[in-house]
């Protein structure tokens, strides 16, 4: 049986990032490739759009990817921000503790 084919959903000259969304995509259950992450160092004697790295999916995963990656780079979240009920801290819905006094959301996961 041969790989499928896959494609490229996001490149950026920054390695953590793209790491950090090939973690992410992972996470969500996506098969995920890591592609030229090594490359840098060609920079000059190799174009640079193509020393890149760079993350790819299977094709029928490419919409959920990139809507993932999007959410990941806009800040995204689907829980509303909360305040503090130890000490009134405005905080954004990411957040299950407080970084101000460290009393966990109500409801929340923490």
């Not at 160092?41 to 299977?58: I, Q, T």
């Not at 921000?81 to 996961?109: M, S, Y």
């Amino acid at each position: 049986m041969t790989a499928p084919s896959y494609v490229r959903v996001f490149a950026h000259s920054n390695g953590l990032l793209v790491s950090h969304l090939h973690n992410l995509l992972a996470a969500a259950g996506i098969p995920v490739e890591l592609r030229n992450m090594t490359l840098g160092g060609g920079a000059g004697e190799l174009p640079l759009g193509e020393c890149e790295p760079e993350v790819w999916v299977a094709p029928h995963n490419a919409a959920r990817a990139e809507a993932l990656i999007r959410d990941a780079l806009e800040g995204a979240s689907s829980r509303p921000a909360w305040r503090c009920p130890g000490c009134g801290e405005a905080l954004e819905g990411v957040f299950d503790t407080c970084w101000q006094c460290g009393t966990p959301r109500e409801g929340g996961q923490a």
